[in-house]
């Protein structure tokens, strides 16, 4: 398995402001991914971030809202922009595993915008 | 496009099996997975499974696939207090191994 930590984990922040989130792995991995779980809801893909290539983004999703960055095999960066209270969500990195297809998550950041 | 069904909610005696159910749509999903997620935590991975297997066991899990009614459930014996979570199950299809989730089923479990 992987040791996945995520900072912040939890954040308010005001309308029209920006937040990014950090996600570090203790592992070298080729796939990431950004999800977000909106209140009560299941979890949506935004973003697939492979590391020496631009990010991937979901229907719905657009970079200048949600720019990614993966310098490295380990780290990754997802940061919300210009915020509106419909971003308050938890959001989550993944890495897949590709030796056994096993995809695991990190704790999450607990997003409320104000 | 995939979509994946759960019932919302199933409760449950201490001691007794729970069978959570989960449909999808999409005949070229790879592999299957089940997540527990419990009150303000994050998502753990329990089990998953290929879609050329019809069955997987795990200590107290067992994850059968039907593909062709394309219908997966898990069960979990003996179950426990600690076992009450949201339970979700995702897909993956071809390569992208991007997850689509279920819509999620909070197993409450009762003494």
């Known amino acids: 398995s992987a040791v996945i930590s995520q900072k912040p984990s939890r954040d308010i922040c005001q309308r029209g402001t920006s937040l990014t989130i950090q996600c570090q792995v203790d592992?070298?991995?080729?796939?990431m991914f950004w999800y977000r779980q909106q209140p009560g809801q299941s979890l949506t893909l935004i973003a697939t971030?492979?590391?020496?290539?631009?990010?991937?983004?979901e229907s719905g999703f657009v970079i200048d809202k949600f720019p990614i960055s993966r310098p490295n095999l380990t780290f990754s960066t997802l940061t919300v922009s210009n915020m509106s209270p419909e971003d308050s969500s938890i959001y989550l990195c993944?890495?897949?595993?590709?030796?056994?297809?096993?995809?695991?998550f990190g704790p999450g950041t607990r997003l409320t915008v104000t | 496009g995939e979509d994946v069904e759960q019932s919302l909610f199933l409760s449950v005696r201490e001691g007794d099996s729970s069978v959570i159910n989960c449909t999808y749509t999409?005949?070229?999903?790879?592999?299957l997975y089940w997540y527990k997620q419990e009150p303000g935590a994050g998502l753990q991975l329990l089990t998953y499974?290929?879609?050329?297997?019809d069955m997987k066991q795990d200590q107290r899990l067992t994850v059968l696939l039907n593909k062709k009614d394309k219908h997966l459930s898990l069960r979990i014996a003996d179950t426990q207090t600690g076992d009450s979570a949201i339970y979700f199950c995702?897909?993956?299809?071809?390569?992208?191994?991007?997850?689509?989730f279920g819509t999620g089923t909070r197993l409450q479990v009762t003494l």
């Open positions: 993944s890495v897949l595993w590709t030796s056994s297809y096993e995809q695991y």
């Open positions: 592992s070298q991995v080729t796939m």
């Open positions: 971030a492979n590391q020496g290539s631009e990010a991937t983004y």
């Open positions: 999409d005949s070229s999903s790879t592999y």
């Open positions: 499974i290929f879609s050329n297997m």
């Open positions: 995702a897909e993956t299809t071809g390569t992208a191994s991007k997850l689509t």
